[in-house]
């Protein structure tokens, strides 16, 4: 009887820091891999194992740049072509999520583009974590197993902050369903902040409805960006009488200057989790990990147990 384990975990290049985290907590080895880079910027994906018949959880967040999301559909076509048996893309961070439909005319929906590639590349399952809208799982007709930051946050928060004086706000009325979630699991009141745009990750106009006096506010969001939202928003709690504010978020996308932005707003804290590596330097940042909350989701998916306990809300 042959004594392989049943299923392998590889990762990309980018993610192979959460990977390895993954991998000790299910006490397995990372599966061996090459990535060959060519001078033109071109790559080649080859396994250096056999992974015939075997079940893989492919682990790569498609984070920018593309080069992300091509390693993976290639390590998907090669798993397919060496006969893997069924082929599970890990996915903590979903790039192109915030293009799930039609805002105006002649624009692509890039979330549904980026399904079909992963889907006639040839995966069986996703697991993913906090896309940016629920309904991007109807573009798969693949099982998804969708999870939450919150199961981190919440643990996190409890574990840190007097629920007294606590206030859950949204930065944006587009999170104002995750912000309620948390404010009806804490039994804490909410806030909303409402703001108007001039054009993509540049905020003309914000204002807050609810009441923040003496509060401690917690800014919950999916994703942070550029940082201009977020860090326009805690510094309009401070204005408006909070206490304190922090901020969660899921992906910390962070491009340039968020990093800066963070440093220099009213903002005490900003928790990320470990979706997409955070590298840079920011005495604000914390970031916590999710990786055993992956490890056991590849757990229960390969023994078929239910994945829904998983969820705190």
Aim: negative net charge.
């Amino acid at each position: 009887m042959s004594t392989q384990a049943p299923y392998l975990v590889f990762s990309g290049t980018n993610s192979r820091y959460l990977a390895e985290k993954i991998c000790n907590s299910l006490d397995c080895k990372l599966g061996q891999m090459n990535i060959q880079h060519f001078a033109d910027g071109e790559f080649s994906v080859s396994y250096e194992e056999s992974i015939r018949g075997r079940d893989l959880f492919l682990v790569q967040s498609t984070f920018p740049n593309s080069d992300n999301l091509m390693e993976l559909l290639m390590m998907i076509d090669a798993a397919k072509r060496a006969s893997a048996r069924s082929i599970i893309a890990v996915i903590p961070y979903f790039g192109w999520a915030r293009q799930d439909r039609k805002d105006k005319p002649r624009v692509s929906i890039g979330a549904k583009l980026i399904a079909n590639m992963l889907s006639v590349a040839g995966i069986d399952r996703l697991i993913t974590m906090d896309l940016h809208a629920d309904q991007i799982q109807g573009f798969f007709d693949v099982p998804v197993d969708h999870l939450y930051g919150s199961t981190v946050f919440l643990e996190y928060i409890k574990a840190t902050y007097p629920l007294e004086t606590l206030c859950i706000a949204t930065p944006d009325v587009g999170g104002t369903k995750r912000a309620s979630t948390y404010s009806k699991y804490l039994g804490t009141p909410m806030v909303i902040c409402h703001k108007s745009r001039l054009r993509a990750n540049e905020v003309a106009e914000m204002r807050i409805i609810g009441d923040v006096t003496d509060m401690d506010v917690i800014l919950v969001d999916d994703m942070v960006d550029t940082a201009g939202t977020i860090t326009k928003a805690a510094n309009l709690m401070i204005e408006n009488g909070a206490r304190s504010v922090r901020a969660i978020a899921s992906h910390a996308v962070m491009s340039d200057p968020a990093t800066l932005r963070v440093g220099e707003s009213a903002l005490e804290e900003m928790i990320f989790t470990d979706s997409i590596p955070y590298a840079k330097d920011c005495a604000k940042v914390k970031v916590l990990s999710v990786a055993d909350m992956f490890a056991e989701a590849i757990r229960r998916v390969r023994n078929n147990e239910s994945i829904s306990s998983l969820y705190v809300i």
